[in-house]
Structures are given as C-alpha cells and as structure tokens.
C-alpha cells in the first residue's frame, strides 16, 4: 500500500503518518483535528448621531491605538483584574481599531453637521485630527458562569492640523449588563455600551471651536 502524499485531507481530519510506516499498510496513522473557522460578529451599534449647528471646518480620523491584547479581531474577556482571555471559536469581522474608526467616520457623516471627514491618510487635507487608544474592550466575569459587563473605554484626543498639537481629551467609558452567558447576549452588550461611547466622542468633537484661520503668506 502506497500513499502520494505525507499529508491526506479529509473535512475533518489530518492524518500525519512517520515517514517509514507511511509507506507501511502496518504503519500507524495519528488523527488530528482540524482547526475549526471562528465564527464572525458584527459589532453594529445603533449610535444616535448628535445633533446641533454644522461647523465650518474638516475632520480626520486616525486609527486608534490599542494594546496588543485589544488589537485583534478576537473578542475579548476578563474574569478577573489581572488577566485577559478570548472567546473560543469567536472572532470580529475586523481589527478592533478599523471597526470602531469606521463608526466613527460613519457616525460624523451621519450627523451632516461637517464640510468633511474621512480617515487619516497622506494628503487628506483635515482642520482637525481625532486621535483615540482604546483603554477597555471586554466583557467582565464576576462568577464562572454569569452573564458578564461589557466595559468600553476610549480616550479621544483632538489636534489641531497641520501641527497635529492636542486641543482638549476626553475619556469615554460606558458599560452593559449582557442579559445571558451566551456569545450573542454578550455582543448586543457590545454594540449597548459602544454606541453612547462614540456618539460621547463625535458630539464633544464637533463642539469643538472653530480654528484660526492660516497666516497670511
């Protein structure tokens, strides 16, 4: 019994064998199960964009920063003040820092209150520049198996273009009760305790005063 290949591929299995009893119909054959795909969540909050006057100026928006345990597509947990942990098999549909910069630039569009906004990027020409880190994103567990509270906490930072020199911070921190200890509970506690977080952000943003006009050449 011959096999072409060191590795055969089944939908569930990998099956590895040595290289002498590969070629062996006596030889031993390991199973090992084959990593399964995370399963996606949208983080979708449903952000009431604030409302007032347009101001008369631009708007960048950097990607947040974030620690490496936050910088990730994984959805994380705590149970305790000094560890982090991640849900298995469950994942974002993005990197933490992309999706909340996208509701961000969504939420501002929304408001029609501003001449422009979009993200940060080389020649984006911008009056001001929000700068955010993310300091919690996670779901807290008091016992093994309560339904934990989502903390999000954001410090946004505001700077004046082109000299990006900061403003005014704010810190935004908001939390949810998840109603059950399932993944799906858990993530609507997600989406109730970021949207006042980021319509907290946009709304002192777009308060912010007019800048100087340039100097004249």
């Not at 920063?65 to 098999?89: C, E, G, K, P």
Request: net charge neutral.
């Amino acid at each position: 019994m011959r096999f072409k290949d060191s590795l055969i591929v089944d939908r569930r299995y990998v099956i590895l064998a040595g290289g002498a009893g590969l070629l062996s119909a006596c030889g031993s054959l390991q199973l090992i199960p084959m990593p399964q795909t995370p399963q996606l969540y949208l983080l979708r909050p449903q952000i009431m964009p604030p409302m007032g006057a347009p101001v008369p100026w631009r708007l960048a928006v950097g990607i947040p920063d974030a620690t490496a345990s936050l910088d990730t597509t994984r959805i994380a947990l705590s149970r305790s003040a000094t560890t982090m942990d991640y849900y298995a098999n469950a994942a974002w549909d993005d990197r933490l820092p992309l999706i909340l910069q996208k509701l961000l630039i969504e939420t501002f569009d929304a408001s029609g209150r501003i001449v422009s906004v979009g993200r940060d990027t080389t020649g984006l020409e911008a009056d001001y520049l929000l700068q955010a880190e993310v300091r919690n994103f996670e779901a807290h567990y008091d016992t093994p198996d309560g339904a934990p509270k989502v903390t999000v906490s954001i410090q946004a930072k505001l700077a004046r273009m082109p000299q990006r020199e900061i403003v005014a911070t704010l810190n935004a921190t908001q939390q949810a009760q998840a109603s059950a200890n399932n993944l799906d509970s858990v993530v609507l506690a997600f989406d109730q305790a970021t949207a006042p977080a980021i319509a907290q952000i946009a709304a002192w943003t777009l308060g912010a005063p007019n800048p100087p006009p340039p100097p004249a050449p």
